[in-house]
């Protein structure tokens, strides 16, 4: 009698759902090889429902027919979603390898092929093509799926996962009934599986306590706010022509909101002929608003360095490291409970040493001049950092500091931590003051980024990016506790590395250059105060540290991403979860012993179990991607073409676990 399939259902077919179905092909496959024909027949075929209401691949972020403008934040070499075909063939393929083939024999359409021929390996990819390539991936693995011999069925539903039931053999699952396009679905309205993986990715958020009252008072008075959204999403016609709009952020979704208004009004960039920093040149369409733009630290996220690699050929770690890391944690750092480490008090340390050397062994190389002996200067610079780090100890520093003055009086001391904030303590006379000191500090950055790995700064910066891909590790290792996670490394780490290493391509810097030239761009200062005004009615912006009017506005928006806080989801199948005692976000402690919510699902073990509101892991859920983000750091950044699967390619190796033990548990039962 044949057995009865083993059902799965794979609620997401985006970028993590994808990774999931090619690393089970890929595992069946390696079965298939190594099983004997006992073994096989002893494992129940797999029946595998994918469901998502909007294309299967590309999901929702990454729709093929958005704008061609939106830019992916990492270059074309970086990306994937499964590990690089090899020799013997199968449907692993990274996105380099798909640039390289002009597009695997994808059914590309004449702009993508075009875009694919253009696109260096260097190059940032738009996130429509990127698209593409998620679309093409999903296909050859659905299509080798659907044929292969231990698959009873495979089927995509386009639909969405408003519920989920425990069965007494599995899992209900209860659909919507209709697609992302609102196109009423055919069909059952339930399915039921033993295994479910969640990779549902970017999901809607409810709006926090401050962004719900000014959206609640600004309709009641008849002004225009957006909250954070996806930038595709986003309704940029409602913006007039000639209005000033305020804008909160200056992050990666400021620029897209900065693109989608004027490029994608028909204004456009011409060369200059001129160096970085003045190279463009805008040519308004007339139809722009007038974006007026503040954030905390008051300046846009810095540009990636012009290099053919993602991280500097020049940048290795001398200090920070694992083996460092995990001695610390199993002697017991002091101060930290046993089998823990601190950030500030462990890895900072560590990390800080290795910035401010690749900062200064950069600075020798390119300008030896500014060094009395440079050789000597870095060999006593090594001793002083190369000596034990003592905990609580941070005399280092200050022998450091001294060192550079007495051996290079020209070369300013590198403040790590004030690079997040380069206008701190400064006041300004008028917008036009701070205007200009904005161009100058984006005039200076076009032109370090231009230097590539002949540039101090962005190569310490390079450090600073290497450095948070092994601190991911220890966070995914649990090797943080609950405190120093919450307290050091998410409110201050977090920002500072955002904001240098996780900016744009040099392109969007110089284009901002170019319209705040053209005064389409005006930036309101740092520590900015927005309100509304209900008996005038506009908002208006302000900063502290710049004297002036405020500047108001009938429009307003966030710039940035609905925030990634299961607590807080907007999503029916997430709310459920949490409201049915099937899930909750997991339980963290901060340094005063109080309990909290994380920002992500709790889960236990690895592949990651969702664990229900009794403290209980279910048998059968597993996560994948952003809701992950109470164990694991960065779960929004693609898997690394090429990296170990337990550090850049961190997000294959989880969906490659869940594969793993779909498939045990499928010959088990």
């Known amino acids: 009698m044949a057995a009865t399939p083993f059902g799965v259902v794979v609620v997401g077919a985006g970028p993590r759902g994808t990774s999931a179905l090619e690393r089970l092909l890929a595992r069946l496959d390696e079965h298939a090889a190594a099983a004997d024909a006992d073994a096989v027949q002893a494992s129940r075929p797999l029946d ?38 090899g020799p013997g063939g199968g449907a692993g393929l990274t996105f380099e390898q798909f640039r390289t083939s002009g597009g695997d024999g994808a059914d590309l359409d004449d702009v993508e092929r075009a875009e694919l021929a253009a696109l260096p390996s260097e190059g940032f990819p738009g996130r429509a093509l990127y698209g593409a390539y998620l679309r093409h991936v999903f296909a050859q693995v659905r299509d080798q799926l659907a044929s292969h011999p231990a698959v009873a069925s495979f089927r995509v539903v386009r639909d969405e996962v408003v519920a989920l039931h425990r069965e007494a053999n599995g899992y209900r699952l209860v659909l919507a009934g209709t697609a992302s396009d609102g196109t009423a679905q055919e069909g059952p309205r339930e399915l039921v599986a033993e295994a479910v993986v969640l990779a549902v990715g970017h999901v809607p958020a409810q709006a926090n306590p401050q962004q719900r009252a000014a959206g609640e008072r600004a309709t009641a008075v008849g002004l225009h706010y957006q909250g954070p959204n ?83 050929l020049s940048v290795s770690l001398r200090h920070l490291g694992f083996d460092a890391v995990h001695e ?59 000596a034990p780090h003592v905990h609580g100890q941070e005399v280092w520093r200050t022998v450091a500091r001294e060192l ?14 004030g690079l997040g904030h380069p206008f701190a303590d400064r006041g300004f006379v008028g917008h036009d003051a701070y205007q200009a000191a904005v161009l100058e500090y984006l005039e200076a950055d076009a032109a370090s980024s231009a230097r590539g790995e002949d540039d101090p700064l962005k190569m310490a910066i390079g450090a600073l990016n290497a450095g948070r891909g092994i601190v991911k590790r220890f966070v995914a290792e649990g090797l ?27 392109q969007r810097i110089e284009e901002l250059v170019a319209l705040a030239r053209a005064g389409v761009v ?11 005004d209900e008996e005038a009615g506009y908002f208006a912006a302000s900063s502290p540290w710049v004297q002036d009017e405020p500047v108001t506005a009938r429009h307003m928006f966030e710039a940035m991403m609905p925030a990634n806080r299961v607590a807080q989801t907007a999503s029916p199948l997430l709310e459920q979860l949490q409201a049915e005692g099937l899930a909750r976000p997991r339980p963290m402690r901060t340094a005063e012993g109080e309990q909290v919510h994380g920002s992500g699902f709790d889960v236990v073990g690895e592949p990651y179990r969702l664990v229900d509101g009794g403290g209980v892991p279910h048998r059968g859920v597993f996560v994948l991607g952003l809701q992950l983000s109470s164990v694991q750091w960065g779960t929004a950044i693609a898997a690394e073409a090429g990296a170990g699967w337990h550090d850049g390619a961190r997000t294959l190796g989880d969906a490659d676990a869940v594969a793993t033990e779909l498939l045990r548990m499928a010959a088990l039962d």
């Not at 609950?482 to 040099?506: C, K, M, Y």
Request: proline content about 12%; overall charge negative; glycine content about 12%.
């Open 480 to 506: 943080l506790d609950d405190a120093s996670r919450l307290e050091e490394l998410g409110r201050w780490f977090e920002p500072l590395v955002e904001g240098l290493a996780s900016g744009p391509p040099l």
């Open 328 to 386: 610390l944690a199993a002697d017991g750092a002091p101060g930290e409970p046993s089998g823990k480490v601190g950030f500030n008090a462990h890895i900072w340390p560590l990390l800080h040493r290795d910035v401010l050397r690749t900062y200064y062994a950069t600075l020798v190389r390119v300008d030896p001049g500014l060094f009395d002996d440079p050789a000597g200067f870095l060999t006593e610079l090594d001793d002083v950092l190369d």
């Open 404 to 417: 550079v003055q007495r051996a290079a009086p020209g070369a300013a001391w590198l403040d790590v931590p």
């Open 522 to 532: 005006q930036f309101i200062g740092p520590d900015p105060v927005f309100s509304l």
């Open 230 to 312: 996806v930038p595709a999403d986003v309704d940029w016609g409602a913006y007039p022509a000639g209005e000033p709009v305020l804008v909160r952020g200056l992050g990666l979704n400021f620029f897209d909101a900065m693109t989608a208004l004027t490029v994608g009004r028909g204004g456009r960039f011409e060369g200059t002929g001129a160096g970085p920093g003045r190279a463009l040149e805008y040519r308004p369409s007339g139809r722009e608003p007038r974006l007026h733009a503040a954030s905390r630290r008051g300046a846009p996220y810095r540009a990636k360095p012009c290099i053919d690699t993602y991280l500097p």
């Open 48 to 85: 595998i429902t994918v469901v998502d209401p909007c294309e299967p691949g590309p999901g929702h972020v990454w729709a093929p027919g958005q704008p061609r403008y939106y830019l992916m934040n990492t270059p074309a070499l970086f990306p994937t979603v499964a590990p690089a075909r």
